[in-house]
């Protein structure tokens, strides 16, 4: 059984003020101050991204798709220079031997952590042409689209700086965008290789070619890492409930999906997680950072180190590296 990451906004948060990293609600506020409009950090990401672009054409007059470009611009130009620090807990994880690496993540924190001296054009020029892709579609949505330098594959499943309309940030886009991975996932597209669903009733998921990032839900290992999948990412929680589904119809469910959590093994927090994932067929690990006595402030670095190797450990016992 192959593996793959799940990567999300975790591993950015550790450098966050040492490094320029940017938080998303950073993100938002910044863009709200130059308009003049009101940023509440309360709401959901994309609840608020969706009040933040009504806001902006209530102030400014113009159409809602010229406002909704308009602050994708802005945010990708905010995220598309980040690069990892010096021996980054982000270069652990691209070294790991792993070949298939997703991220909700818009940046190329991690291409860079890969590969140091790369440009935004090699990147460009580093993307996959899909012989299946409607290039159109891949303008907007991110189910094909993927990078791949010496081996490694980066799939940017909820968009990338490069092409600002791909951005997922508010419920239309991640609405729209279920609907294209449900079809795709289901065989409701005409998909000349068959679909998940397909194969899976065939016990022949291993032989799936891998056109759609969502394929590795089903094909490979998933170790899912810095990301507490908030509940407004529906295109996720489809995938993991669908999958769940499947156990129940005899389906060939053979791989294994892992969420890294950083609660505490004895905290409320980490009984509700785990209450709810291991009833989706989803194991969770507890790995909380160690908190310093004097400062109180938690090290989140060194928890994701110990990942990194509990992550090896489970590569040896389930691929025999």
């Avoid at 709401?43 to 902006?56: G, Q």
């Avoid at 598309?80 to 909700?104: G, K, W």
């Amino acid at each position: 059984m192959k593996a793959a990451l799940l990567i999300g906004n975790g591993l950015n948060r550790c450098y966050e003020k040492e490094h320029s990293q940017i938080s998303w609600s950073s993100l938002l506020k910044t863009i709200a101050n130059q308009y003049g409009v009101e940023f509440v950090d309360n709401n959901s990401f994309p609840l608020e991204y969706e009040c933040l672009v009504n806001s902006i054409c209530e102030v400014t007059h113009i159409p809602f798709d010229d406002a909704l470009m308009q602050t994708k611009t802005a945010i990708a130009k905010q995220v598309e220079a980040q690069s990892p620090p010096i021996n980054s807990v982000h270069h652990r994880f691209v070294d790991l031997p792993i070949d298939e690496i997703m991220t909700t993540n818009y940046d190329y924190v991690l291409e860079r952590a890969y590969s140091p001296n790369i440009s935004l054009l090699d990147i460009k020029s580093a993307r996959v042409k899909d012989k299946d892709s409607n290039t159109k579609s891949e303008t907007k949505y991110s189910q094909r689209r993927k990078i791949a330098l010496s081996g490694k594959v980066f799939h940017h499943i909820h968009g990338e700086a490069n092409t600002p309309a791909s951005l997922c940030l508010g419920y239309a886009h991640y609405a729209d965008y279920l609907t294209h991975i449900r079809n795709y996932v289901k065989g409701e597209v005409n998909e000349s290789n068959g679909s998940i669903s397909d194969f899976s009733q065939k016990s022949a998921l291993q032989k799936l070619a891998k056109r759609h990032w969502s394929d590795l839900f089903f094909t490979h290992d998933v170790h899912i890492v810095g990301l507490t999948l908030d509940i407004c990412e529906i295109d996720l929680w489809w995938i993991l409930t669908y999958r769940a589904q499947l156990f129940h119809s005899n389906a060939d469910i053979r791989n294994e999906i892992t969420l890294y959590s950083n609660n505490p093994p004895d905290s409320d927090a980490f009984a509700t997680q785990t209450a709810l994932f291991e009833r989706l067929h989803v194991k969770v690990v507890s790995v909380p950072p160690t908190v310093d006595p004097t400062t109180r402030k938690a090290d989140y670095i060194s928890a994701y180190r110990r990942i990194c190797g509990m992550i090896e450990d489970s590569l040896f016992q389930r691929h025999a590296i």
